[in-house]
């Protein structure tokens, strides 16, 4: 059993920053691919960022240069540091982990930008 556990949302003002984390736990070890998504509503669910084993990064284009996905060494953690944030960015964020022909997703956090 693997187990995703996601921290960090919350309610800001556009140009906050917010960091959410996700800890995986159970019989994993170094996952594959880390990522983080996102859906707003009446929207389908997007990809945000992605990290990979060698830290290889890729990004949405909206959130280029204004999030950065991180994964400590040796551990099966994943942030999302959102800088910047904009009223656009205001949705559930979710985090997803593949590990050898698996596929996990953790419960959401809620992050709304609003003035």
């Known amino acids: 059993q693997v187990q995703l556990m996601e921290s960090g949302g919350g309610l800001v003002q556009p140009g906050d920053s917010l960091r959410l984390s996700c800890a995986a736990s159970?019989?994993?070890?170094?996952?594959?691919?880390m990522a983080w998504y996102r859906q707003a509503p009446g929207k389908e669910r997007e990809l945000v960022a992605t990290?990979?084993?060698?830290?290889?990064?890729n990004y949405e284009n909206s959130v280029k240069g204004r999030f950065t996905i991180s994964r400590p060494k040796a551990k099966n953690t994943v942030y999302l540091q959102m800088n910047s944030l904009k009223p656009e960015d205001t949705a559930v964020y979710y985090c997803?982990?593949?590990?050898?022909?698996?596929?996990?997703w953790g419960q959401g956090t809620q992050v709304t930008v609003s003035s």
């Open positions: 997803n982990v593949q590990f050898r022909a698996s596929e996990f």
């Open positions: 159970g019989s994993i070890f170094s996952p594959n691919v």
């Open positions: 990290i990979s084993s060698t830290n290889y990064t």
